[in-house]
């Protein structure tokens, strides 16, 4: 089972020297793979949205502040020599495909193979409204038809599509990434469509628990989940064990309540034996990648609890 932190590219921990230092102490630590997140533009955050939080408020403070995603990945590569650096998750429909292709591509190759293609179609209108010219309520259907440009762009030698929303011919993309056939895509997302993705295209799916509208958020809504993916990898002609889960820890231990509203415990509430517990529990279950959000206010108490929580649960798995 792979283990991962999410580095803070937004709000008061994003500062150049502060990321360096977390990114740095991390990988120094042993963790497998660090993430970052995708935001251009946010609107007003007082009116709550954010599917991920019982409040619908942004865990972190001060998120406007934020890093372009694949600018800060390609800035942590250089800064990092092992660890895996995984897009958590990058909205496709952010950027043109094509360009989005070549980016991720030198990224891959700038980092000398670290590169995790995390994806999802976001969640966000008033940012697509502002950042994206493809229409909002079709942007499951823009994502789908983007990887499948990513994919041609990424192992033929003369590549050519015709789409709805891209489409290119007579042109070369090189060099192409240096993992092959491409970088590993972890699909996003908690929905049916998002499954269905995963089922289709990705090498592993990567659901957070905590979607208020699809929670996952205790071993047996988590195992359902799991259910409905092998199912639908099946349906669309593949063996269903080729899909890899994996799992976003949000908040763990006394920051969230352990009563969920199944009326079971939630996934890493409680007690460090609780977490060991079901760290294990995911992991008999085939789940194998887990990150989790260490966020505190500053660099250094995150460290101290990015060390503590590796001695006292992840190393005793």
């Keep these: 089972m792979q283990i991962g932190f999410n580095l803070p590219n937004s709000g008061p921990l994003s500062g150049v020297d502060t990321m360096t230092e977390i990114a740095a102490a991390g990988e120094a630590m042993g963790f497998d793979y660090l993430t970052l997140t995708d935001h251009v533009v946010l609107p007003n955050l007082k009116v709550p949205g954010y599917p991920y939080s019982e409040s619908g408020e942004f865990y972190e403070a001060d998120p406007i502040e934020r890093h372009e995603q694949l600018i800060a990945m390609a800035y942590i590569a250089a800064k990092t020599s092992r660890i895996r650096l995984v897009a958590a998750v990058m909205v496709v429909p952010h950027r043109p495909a094509v360009l989005a292709a070549k980016m991720l591509a030198t990224l891959d190759i700038l980092s000398g193979g670290r590169l995790v293609v995390g994806i999802g179609a976001g969640w966000l209108k008033t940012e697509f409204d502002a950042v994206v010219h493809t229409p909002f309520a079709e942007r499951g259907a823009v994502t789908d038809e983007y ?6 762009l990424w192992t033929e030698a003369q ?23 491409y970088p590993p895509i972890w699909v996003g997302g908690e929905s049916g469509p998002s499954v269905r993705r995963a089922a289709r295209i990705g090498d592993l799916w990567y659901p957070i628990g905590s979607n208020n509208q699809h929670l996952l958020d205790t ?8 259910g409905r993916l092998r199912k639908a990898t099946a349906a ?7 899909v890899q889960v994996g799992y976003r820890v949000k908040r763990y231990g006394s920051a969230i309540p352990p009563l969920a509203s199944d009326g079971g415990r939630r996934l890493f509430s409680g007690s460090e034996a609780d977490i060991l517990a079901d760290l294990r529990a995911l992991r008999g279950l085939g789940v ?11 660099a250094a108490e995150m460290i101290a609890e990015m060390h503590r929580f590796k001695a006292a649960v992840i190393d005793r798995i």
């Design 288 to 298: 194998s990648a887990i990150d989790i959000d260490f966020g505190r206010p500053k």
């Design 219 to 226: 071993l047996p809504r988590l195992e359902a989940g799991i």
């Design 147 to 152: 990887i499948d440009a990513f994919r041609v």
């Design 236 to 242: 669309a002609g593949r063996d269903p064990a080729s």
């Design 159 to 181: 590549p050519r599509f015709a789409g709805k929303y891209t489409s290119f011919a007579g042109i070369v993309l090189e060099p192409k990434p240096v993992q092959r056939p």
